[in-house]
């Protein structure tokens, strides 16, 4: 009897601790999933635009204010909106940069230099199955502004979800949850298990249902929005890419290339119709969406590696993208003329309640000189300030602003050690190869590929001096566009873009240490650039030129000059027209 | 006798030991085991495209495989509408398919994947018939279907996660129709019943089929959508019966077919003709002798309540009749003459046939 107790006894307490083990499980997973939101739930924002537009969610990626949220949440809310955070205080904030497209945008929360922050994650390693959180304000329903949690599990990766109307609000490579995605929920943050920012929250397959969650929600994976994350800081309107080609699959499978523009660099290169498209950007093409969903992730302009097959030979290209829209395109219009269907995207558009913090004051006073408008642009106040930062660093160099004189630049040719001489002024450009003479007289005729072969070497002198002299104001265009992979590799550099006369330059800087890599000039549209690229530096007098030129055209070198002696003479008939310019 | 329960109870003992920490261990491999399971899974669907496009029905569905050589299970539904559909795998190959067999009654249909000549024999993934399992409310599952379209090419189908949260019959409607399925279903909470989801699979977290998700339902009486699925216990055979080219349609199941049903005859009372959606369960004549006569119920009498169970038509009440057992009391108020009426019978033994 006794010994039966106890066995009795040893089966409860065995019993026990089963339960026990059972519940320490369950209370890990909450304990985890409590700590992970009380993490990264201060980073979490309620948007409200001005008047009673609606509003929608946010997350804030730096400390300076630099948030993350949709383009269609601040699409009408004008160039200030109200954002609240869990710490129940409602902040202004100002919008920086849209992708009309990809329906991003950047807006900044103005007041403190301390804000919380969500860590970015890398969605390319998202797998289906993950544990994934959707916070934002859903139903605009947090009048504490304490964001909603929906808890799911991602149910697809690498998703295409066509365009909602003239290409605008696609969203491609994509990250699909069943996380409840409500209204009010766009441009609020995905967070994978850790807590890390792995996409933006922006629409949902909703159909018979109504506009409520339906089991399909989707975010822009964040690793897309870190290729445009530069692009939208910049202040400008940016815009998506297209290859200047069509791909299809044909009947044995293979995407092939359907139609191609002859102005594409693609066609330059050599990529022609039915040609099999091996691989883009690093990734193997399997599929047309797949092509599709690898071009939506990249910004206009990038330069990406393509590897395709041409009967029977595979050939590996780099190819700078087309913008997939023209800029009129993208400039917001102020109003639609009546008839005119209104695009009806397929995604969350708080409607009801009406936004509480949306009293149409204006701008605020104090943040009022933090937005500038510009064609083109969202907010060219933040242009401005990232143009400034690396036009600063160029003084590094020495003070250039003095020797807007001629310049005369000798050395030798790497290769063959033949005479170099580049002569750069405002009356006329002339260059020496060895015993090759090139003269281009500035009376206005438009540059033309001199030498032959450069790409266009005597414009690209002329511009590079314009730009060490004169730096934005030589220009009629001047702009900062974002940051890129350097031909189609490394190193990441922020670009800058100048316009003259129909030409176009673009300069590269480090995007770590700043440091001036080099620049493109291009003739004229659809034609390979001279590009130009720096190694080393030498000190000449006070100022500092690099040590060797590298010209290329079409990838290709054309030559390579060891600078050895530079003549920089001082500038007066500029400054003179300059003067007369202001006046 | 001691001896027997001690070893009765270490071997209970240590059984609870070896679950417990089993069970300290789950949490890491749940989440690696829901990965495995639905990387396991999700080989196995197929994307439908047939006929539609118009009017708002869907050209789309789901479906999975159940043999090697390509047979795949899905819903039958106007998707299948065509002489040949389009069946894109996990992998990307596209295939032409036909329709092996039907069954309207439990909405499902067989499909077989047509080879040409040139094709070498197939040697696909497949879920196993023979291994299905059950669930009950509580199960956490997991919901595979190329739900909105979302999935193309060789992109997998889409997977919701959720619990069943009751297994029952479902009060349901599509359009005006009454849903076909008159067996028990797994209501699940999540959202798996999409446009182009019926057909997909409903699995256990370890990835065990459970059953095919329905088409789109709503609940007759609160009007909004459920979630649910046919248990493969129910449709394992005639799948099975399809493949083989057994299968039988069977005629539109009459409960009154059952022998071992009762219903109102049995106890002496006919019914009005049940003509309408809701024809009112109004009394037509009393058998002489009968127990219904020995009781009192005459023509005309309306019977509104079946041992406290509402009876709103003919339909439910002949029902209701079917939950009856030998030795049961079956009582029926009635309404005759503005006046409600109880009577008792005792439900009399049934001759075993």
Known sequence: MNRQLIFGLIAIIAWASFSQAADDVVINAQKRRIQVIKKVAPSVVAVFGRGNLGGGSGVIISPEGYALTNFHVIASSGAFMKCGLNDGVLYDAVIVGIDPTGDVAIIKLLGRDDFPVAKLGDSDQVKVGDWAYAMGNPFLLATDFQPTVTYGIVSGVHRYQPPAGNNFLEYTDCIQVDSSINPGNSGGPLFNDDGDLIGINGRGSFEKRGRVNSGAGYAISINQIQYFMDHLLSGRIVDHATLGATVATDNEGRVVVGGILEQAEAFRRGLRVDDEIVSFAGRTIRSTNQFKNILGIYPKGWKLPLVYRHEEERHEIFVRLRGLHRQSELTPKPRRRRGQPQPKPDQPKPQNPTNPHGADTGPPEKFKHMHVKKTGFANYYFNKLKQDKLLGGLTKLGDFSKVSGTWKLTGKRTADKAPVELTISSKGLGARLGEDYFVHAMNGEPFADEPAGSGGLLAAMHHWKLFMTQEADAFTEFYYLGSEPLDGQSPHVDVLISELTGNETRWYFHHKTGEFLGFDTQLIDDVDECEIRFKGLKAFDSRQLPAQLIIRNGGQVFAAVDLEAASLAAGTVKKKEAEKKAE | ?353
């Open chain 2, 1 to 353: 006798m001691s001896l027997n329960n001690k070893l009765v109870n270490s071997q209970l003992a240590r059984n609870f030991l070896l679950l417990a920490s089993i069970l300290l261990f789950s949490q890491n491999a749940q989440a690696q085991s829901t990965s495995a399971a639905i990387s396991n899974v999700q080989p196995r669907l197929v994307k439908i495209f047939g006929a539609g496009g118009v009017r708002g029905l869907h050209a789309y569905s789901t479906g999975f495989l159940v043999s090697s050589e390509g047979h795949i299970a899905t819903v039958w539904s106007h998707v299948l509408d065509a002489d040949e559909v389009s069946v894109v795998l996990n992998d990307g190959r596209r295939f032409m398919a036909s329709v092996l067999g039907a069954e309207p009654q439990l909405d499902l249909a067989v499909l077989k994947i047509r080879l040409s000549e040139d094709d070498s024999e197939l040697d696909l993934p497949h879920f196993n018939l023979k291994q299905v399992g059950t669930a009950s409310a509580g199960t956490r599952i997991l919901g595979f279907s190329n739900m909105f379209n979302v999935a193309a090419g060789d992109e997998p189908v889409s997977v919701l996660h959720g619990v069943v949260m009751a297994k029952t019959k479902l009060d349901a409607r599509r359009g005006s129709f009454e849903v076909p399925f008159e067996g028990a279903v797994y209501i699940v909470d999540a959202i798996t019943n999409n446009s182009g989801a019926a057909g997909g699979a409903l699995t256990d977290r370890s990835g065990k089929l459970l059953g095919m998700i329905g088409k789109e339902l709503r609940n007759s009486k609160s009007n909004t959508w459920v979630n649910y699925a046919v248990p493969m216990t129910d449709l394992g055979e005639p799948i099975e019966q399809m493949i083989s080219g057994n299968f039988e349609n069977k005629p539109r199941r009459d409960p009154a077919d059952n022998p071992n049903r009762y219903r109102v005859t049995d106890f002496g009372i006919v019914m009005v003709p049940d003509v309408i959606f809701r024809t009112p369960a109004y009394v037509d004549s009393i058998a002489p002798n009968s127990a219904a006569s020995k009781v009192g119920l005459r023509p005309d009498d309306l019977v509104l309540f079946v041992n406290d169970e509402l009876i709103q038509s003919v339909r439910v009440l002949s029902e209701q009749m079917g939950y009856l057992e030998s030795g049961d009391v079956l009582r029926l108020v009635v309404r005759r003459n503005d006046q409600l009426v109880t009577v008792e019978m005792l439900v009399p033994k049934k001759e075993q046939k």
